[in-house]
């Protein structure tokens, strides 16, 4: 397949400047031979000025046309066929099947934003109705709902090619707050970004959509990748990927002169807590469960178990011990481009020579020559755990951290000295949650989404689902980047006090032509506002 490397401005290709990369096939350990355009400043103001003035129109166009826009970018995606799938194998060295299923991840993530544009409840109208002869004084008529942001950039994420990438959760949620969108691609998949692109300027055109309404970009250097953050006609980021970047990113947010949210997804340890009555009853299955857990997609999952707590008890050694022996025998695994792989080499090294520390690696050796890496499993105890940040952070890769707490009071403490997290996973009988409420309340305090007897990786694309947690594991808690609550970033309060009927938007109006829920008067309906003549005539 052909690659053009251009950079998306709108319908136009742009390839303005001169410094070029390339992809790379980590399972191949080789540069592929596409040269991708670096995107300069002109074509950053360029695609930001485009997003800029289609916003006007953006903004007011139907709810049934954005709807038909996402499903249209969901069929031109599947559409892409093999050639996408074999691209984005090619690009990242995951498997043909984990690709599959998350391209149909991709897309139904698409069109469930379409249902929900079209259901319209998200946009949390509120309608107080005025009080004339309320004493001591008049109520006016209030009525509230929730508007597009603005032009949004958005940044691609590397271990997802295409859920976290240029038609993934950001910017499907984006689009369908009728926000523009400026997507910074990963530059570890080029030529998969590439096709993804191709497919959504292909469905903005054929719905109608106004020219700007999806841009991409391609850059290497931080710098350029800053300037679109900075660039004053965008007015929000989303953003997945390591602390470093994201903290880059969030800075340059807010030190613009008129700051901006950047919701930004970082580093996430999710821990997990084995508790004794679990211990007894199914140890050697949870230890299964959680190797394979801490392995899947080589560890390079945003929400990878990176560190494993249970009491010092017998059941707790012969679970270890069990642990231990399945990364012994772990097969190793290609990350997704050499930066990651070099990282997580140099961390896991320097993680190993900690005092306290004892490190299980696998025996099976690892190519260097596929990008391969092997998995390694770490002990300490509480004391050495608590007092070595570098034990608490993420190491993202195939690896964990187990930790013995020798007492109750000591695993609380444990469990208070987590950083912000995506998840926490807590294993358990009826009656060790029972003995165990306080550690429920302490994770409470610590993370997006507690899991009961269950592996934090693998995340349902739902109306209920949160992905976010406390710094570090996002910039702000309130918000999610999976599900459909993610569309909330992307959206702003405005309250219209007094104003006419004919001026007011379609899901203010007292006709309700949309038949949406509103909370009118504090009460929940679908119903419509009476009208003056009625209420006289009641």
Same mark, same amino acid.
């Given at each position: 397949?052909?690659?053009h490397g251009?950079?998306?401005?709108g319908s136009e290709?742009?390839?303005?400047?001169?410094?070029?990369?390339?992809?790379?096939?980590?399972?191949?350990?080789?540069?592929?031979?596409?040269?991708?355009?670096?995107?300069?400043?002109?074509?950053?103001n360029?695609?930001?000025?485009?997003?800029?003035?289609?916003?006007?129109?953006?903004?007011?166009?139907?709810?049934?046309?954005?709807?038909r826009?996402?499903?249209?970018?969901?069929?031109?995606?599947?559409? +892409?066929?093999?050639?996408? =799938?074999? &691209?984005? %194998?090619?690009?990242? $060295?995951? @498997?043909? !099947?984990?690709l599959?299923?998350?391209?149909?991840?991709?897309?139904?993530?698409?069109r469930?934003?379409?249902?929900?544009?079209?259901?319209?409840?998200?946009?949390?109208?509120?309608i107080?109705?005025?009080?004339?002869?309320?004493?001591p004084?008049p109520?006016?008529d209030?009525?509230?709902?929730?508007?597009?942001?603005?032009?949004?950039?958005?940044f691609?994420?590397?271990?997802?090619?295409?859920?976290?990438?240029?038609?993934?959760?950001?910017?499907?949620?984006?689009?369908?707050?009728?926000?523009?969108?400026?997507?910074?691609?990963?530059?570890?998949?080029?030529?998969?970004?590439? +096709?993804v692109?191709?497919? =959504?300027? &292909?469905a %903005?055109?054929?719905? $109608?959509? @106004?020219? !700007?309404?999806?841009?991409?970009v391609?850059?290497?250097?931080?710098?350029i990748?800053?300037?679109?953050?900075?660039?004053?006609?965008?007015?929000?980021?989303?953003f997945?990927?390591?602390?470093?970047?994201?903290?880059?990113?969030?800075?340059a947010?807010?030190?613009?002169?008129?700051?901006?949210?950047?919701?930004?997804?970082m580093?996430?340890i999710?821990?997990?807590?084995?508790?004794?009555?679990?211990?007894?009853s199914?140890g050697?299955?949870?230890a299964?469960?959680?190797?394979g857990?801490i392995?899947?997609?080589?560890?390079q999952?945003?929400?990878?178990p990176?560190?494993?707590v249970?009491?010092?008890?017998p059941?707790?050694?012969?679970?270890?011990?069990?642990l231990?022996?399945?990364?012994?025998?772990?097969?190793?695994?290609?990350?997704?481009?050499?930066?990651?792989w070099?990282a997580?080499r140099?961390?896991?090294?320097?993680?190993?020579?900690?005092?306290?520390?004892?490190?299980?690696?696998?025996?099976?050796?690892?190519?260097?020559?596929?990008?391969?890496?092997?998995?390694?499993?770490?002990?300490a105890n509480?004391?050495v755990?608590?007092?070595?940040?570098?034990?608490?952070?993420?190491?993202?890769g195939p690896?964990?951290?187990?930790?013995?707490?020798?007492?109750r009071?000591?695993?609380?403490?444990?469990?208070?000295?987590?950083?912000?997290?995506?998840?926490?996973?807590?294993?358990?009988?009826?009656?060790?949650?029972?003995?165990y409420?306080d550690?429920?309340?302490?994770l409470?305090?610590k993370a997006?989404?507690?899991?009961?007897?269950?592996?934090p990786?693998?995340?349902?694309v739902?109306n209920?689902m949160?992905h976010?947690?406390?710094?570090p594991?996002?910039?702000?808690p309130?918000?999610?980047?999976?599900?459909?609550?993610?569309i909330?970033?992307?959206?702003?309060?405005?309250?219209y006090?007094?104003?006419?009927?004919d001026?007011?938007p379609?899901?203010?109006r007292?006709?309700?032509?949309?038949?949406?829920w509103?909370?009118i008067?504090?009460?929940?309906?679908?119903?419509?506002?009476?009208?003056?003549?009625?209420?006289?005539s009641?």
């Amino acid at each position: 397949m052909d690659f053009h490397g251009n950079n998306f401005l709108g319908s136009e290709l742009s390839s303005l400047g001169p410094k070029v990369f390339h992809g790379f096939a980590p399972a191949r350990g080789k540069e592929l031979p596409e040269a991708f355009h670096q995107a300069t400043l002109d074509e950053i103001n360029q695609a930001v000025g485009l997003a800029v003035d289609a916003f006007s129109s953006l903004r007011q166009k139907p709810a049934g046309d954005i709807a038909r826009l996402l499903e249209h970018i969901a069929a031109e995606i599947e559409a +892409l066929g093999d050639a996408l =799938i074999e &691209r984005a %194998v090619l690009e990242s $060295g995951l @498997p043909q !099947g984990r690709l599959e299923g998350e391209r149909a991840r991709t897309a139904g993530q698409l069109r469930l934003f379409a249902s929900l544009v079209n259901e319209g409840s998200y946009l949390d109208v509120r309608i107080d109705e005025a009080l004339p002869d309320r004493k001591p004084l008049p109520r006016p008529d209030l009525r509230r709902m929730l508007i597009p942001i603005g032009p949004v950039a958005v940044f691609g994420a590397s271990n997802f090619p295409l859920a976290f990438s240029v038609a993934g959760g950001d910017t499907a949620s984006a689009l369908a707050a009728r926000n523009p969108v400026v997507v910074k691609a990963h530059p570890a998949h080029p030529g998969t970004s590439e +096709l993804v692109a191709g497919a =959504i300027s &292909r469905a %903005v055109k054929d719905t $109608g959509m @106004p020219e !700007g309404t999806f841009s991409m970009v391609h850059a290497t250097d931080p710098e350029i990748s800053l300037q679109l953050v900075r660039h004053e006609g965008i007015q929000a980021v989303g953003f997945t990927g390591s602390e470093r970047a994201g903290r880059a990113i969030f800075n340059a947010a807010a030190e613009r002169p008129h700051p901006i949210p950047a919701y930004v997804e970082m580093g996430s340890i999710n821990p997990i807590f084995v508790l004794p009555g679990a211990l007894a009853s199914s140890g050697e299955s949870i230890a299964q469960g959680l190797f394979g857990s801490i392995n899947m997609g080589v560890g390079q999952f945003c929400t990878s178990p990176g560190v494993v707590v249970g009491s010092d008890e017998p059941n707790f050694d012969a679970f270890g011990k069990r642990l231990a022996g399945l990364f012994e025998n772990g097969a190793p695994g290609t990350m997704l481009y050499p930066n990651i792989w070099n990282a997580y080499r140099q961390a896991a090294e320097q993680r190993a020579q900690t005092p306290g520390v004892r490190s299980i690696r696998s025996t099976v050796g690892a190519d260097a020559q596929k990008t391969e890496v092997t998995p390694v499993l770490f002990e300490a105890n509480a004391d050495v755990w608590l007092t070595n940040k570098d034990l608490t952070t993420e190491l993202f890769g195939p690896s964990a951290v187990l930790v013995r707490g020798r007492t109750r009071e000591e695993l609380l403490r444990i469990a208070r000295g987590l950083t912000g997290t995506l998840t926490a996973s807590v294993f358990g009988t009826p009656e060790d949650l029972a003995a165990y409420r306080d550690l429920i309340a302490i994770l409470e305090q610590k993370a997006g989404r507690i899991l009961f007897n269950s592996f934090p990786t693998g995340v349902e694309v739902s109306n209920a689902m949160h992905h976010g947690g406390p710094y570090p594991a996002t910039a702000d808690p309130k918000f999610t980047s999976v599900g459909t609550a993610a569309i909330l970033r992307f959206l702003r309060p405005v309250c219209y006090q007094n104003f006419p009927q004919d001026v007011l938007p379609d899901e203010l109006r007292d006709q309700n032509p949309r038949g949406i829920w509103r909370l009118i008067n504090g009460v929940l309906t679908k119903d419509q506002l009476k009208t003056p003549a009625t209420k006289a005539s009641n």
